[in-house]
Every structure is written in C-alpha cells, then in structure tokens.
C-alpha cells in the first residue's frame, strides 16, 4: 500500500475533480492519503473530504498556514480551529509553520501562529505537519520547546544537510515529494539516502511540486507512486519493501489503522 501523507484535493483546482482524483489514486495503489488545510474554511473542507472518501482511507489534517496567518486575530488560535481538531478523521495538525519565502504574514505573526499551533497538538496529543521555508534557524528556535512533546512532521522537508542532524534529534519525520525527482535536486537526493528508515514519509503537496515525468502539469495523490519509485532507487531497495517501511512510518505517526479501511 502506498501512502500520501500530504495532499490538497481540496484545493480550489482540483476540488471539482477530487472524487475522479481518489479513484485515480486508488487504482495506483494509494490505500492512504492525507487531506490537508491551510486556513479554517480549507481546514472544513479537509474534514469533510477525509469522511467522503473514508473508503479510500483519507484523513484530514487542519491547522492554519503561515501564508494565511494574518487573516487571523493573533493573541489566540479560533475556536473553530480547536473543534476541528477533535474531529475523529483528524490525524493531525497542519499544515503549519514559517514561510519567510513569501512573507504573506508578518514574521511575528507567524511565530505566533506557529506556537500556538503547536501548544494545541501537545495539548490534543495530535502530531504536527510542519511548513516550513527559509526559515528553518527561527523554526527550529520555536521547536525546541516542544521536542518531545508533539510528534513532528517536516513536510516537504527543505532544510537540507545542514539542519537534517537536529530535525532527527527533535524526533522529527521528513516527508519527501516530486521535487526528490528533479534534476537539479541533489542535496534533497542525499537526504533521501541519509534518513534513517523509520524516520521517512513520502507526500505529492498535490496540486503543487509534480514528480517526473509529470513535471509542469496538475500534480496528483496517484502520482506518489513516482515520488516511491525515485526514492527507491536512490535507497537502493524495492518499492515494496520501501513501501511497507512507509506504511509502519505512517501508522506509528498519525496513529491509523495500517490496514484499508
């Protein structure tokens, strides 16, 4: 079984298509994919999509991403944001984090929003998905307070070499997408040799990030199956035995059942 652990069939190009989206994702052998929110409406939809398509075995996460965090009052987190977490298809919380790439919110707002965020998973006991982006010195400043109290999740892991030895430290999972099989992505190729294999996840960040040979198109849940293949190549293993090594690393991580619902 193979695993999407991020994806955004709730996105506005793709949420027209999502059901045709999971078909398409199941036929590939996708048995698990997570559906992720980026604001609270986003983060609604993610809840309500994880229920619609419980068959193909979709979870939601919802949280609130950097990008979206100034649309917010910042001394709290929404109470919505709280009743959705205790959803019982939410596995995690996410996406949230840093992005001074864009910079769409303040840098202290971000901050803000980021600890906040991850005071709830360790209250909750939920892991966080974390994005994080040109920023991982001030990131890893705030996660440092909760290494050991939230099970964490770098999605579209981009802090390189560099910080790779305290994201593991921490605990922490790096989830890998299409952009391990581009060709200008060599750093990202020796992190994917590097991690230890109980630390590694795989992801599409549909409809964003396409892996080979679809690059330049609508990314998509079904095309995980290349982000495996690449990843198996450059570990020197099977796709099988990578994919049964991803499908333990999800389960213990997001706490669901290893077997279809």
């Given at each position: 079984?193979?695993?999407?652990?991020?994806?955004?069939?709730?996105?506005?190009?793709?949420?027209?298509?999502?059901?045709?989206?999971?078909?398409?994702?199941?036929?590939?052998?996708?048995?698990?994919?997570?559906?992720?929110?980026?604001?609270?409406?986003?983060?609604?939809?993610?809840?309500?999509?994880?229920?619609?398509?419980?068959?193909?075995?979709a979870y939601?996460?919802?949280?609130?991403?950097?990008?979206?965090?100034?649309?917010?009052?910042?001394?709290?987190?929404?109470?919505?944001?709280?009743?959705?977490?205790?959803?019982?298809?939410?596995?995690?919380?996410?996406?949230?984090?840093?992005?001074?790439?864009?910079?769409?919110?303040?840098?202290?707002?971000?901050?803000?929003?980021?600890?906040?965020?991850?005071?709830?998973a360790a209250?909750?006991?939920?892991?966080?998905?974390?994005?994080?982006?040109?920023?991982?010195?001030?990131?890893?400043?705030?996660?440092?307070?909760?290494?050991?109290?939230?099970?964490?999740?770098?999605?579209?892991?981009?802090?390189?070499?560099?910080?790779?030895?305290?994201?593991?430290?921490?605990?922490?999972?790096?989830?890998?997408?299409?952009?391990?099989?581009?060709?200008?992505?060599?750093?990202?190729?020796?992190?994917?040799?590097?991690?230890?294999?109980?630390?590694?996840?795989?992801?599409?960040?549909?409809?964003?990030?396409?892996?080979?040979?679809?690059?330049?198109?609508?990314?998509?849940?079904?095309?995980?199956?290349?982000?495996?293949?690449?990843?198996?190549?450059?570990?020197?293993?099977?796709?099988?035995?990578?994919?049964e090594q991803?499908?333990?690393?999800?389960?213990?991580?997001?706490?669901?059942?290893?077997?279809?619902?």
């Amino acid at each position: 079984m193979l695993i999407d652990s991020h994806c955004h069939p709730n996105s506005d190009s793709l949420r027209a298509e999502a059901g045709d989206l999971m078909e398409r994702a199941k036929a590939a052998g996708v048995g698990r994919a997570l559906i992720v929110g980026c604001d609270l409406e986003d983060s609604a939809e993610a809840v309500s999509m994880a229920h619609r398509f419980a068959g193909y075995g979709a979870y939601a996460a919802v949280g609130i991403h950097p990008h979206e965090a100034a649309r917010y009052e910042a001394s709290s987190l929404p109470r919505a944001l709280r009743d959705l977490a205790g959803d019982g298809r939410v596995a995690a919380l996410g996406e949230m984090g840093l992005d001074y790439y864009y910079d769409h919110s303040p840098r202290e707002v971000q901050r803000n929003f980021f600890a906040m965020q991850l005071e709830l998973a360790a209250e909750t006991g939920l892991p966080a998905v974390l994005h994080i982006r040109d920023a991982m010195p001030d990131a890893l400043a705030i996660l440092r307070d909760f290494a050991g109290k939230v099970r964490l999740l770098f999605h579209c892991y981009g802090g390189g070499t560099e910080h790779l030895d305290e994201v593991l430290g921490m605990g922490g999972l790096c989830a890998l997408g299409g952009a391990v099989t581009w060709k200008k992505s060599e750093e990202l190729r020796e992190v994917a040799a590097r991690l230890p294999a109980d630390r590694l996840l795989l992801e599409t960040d549909c409809p964003y990030m396409t892996p080979v040979p679809f690059r330049g198109k609508t990314n998509e849940p079904a095309y995980v199956r290349y982000v495996y293949e690449a990843v198996a190549r450059i570990r020197a293993v099977d796709v099988e035995e990578l994919a049964e090594q991803i499908e333990k690393n999800a389960a213990a991580f997001f706490g669901w059942e290893r077997e279809n619902v």
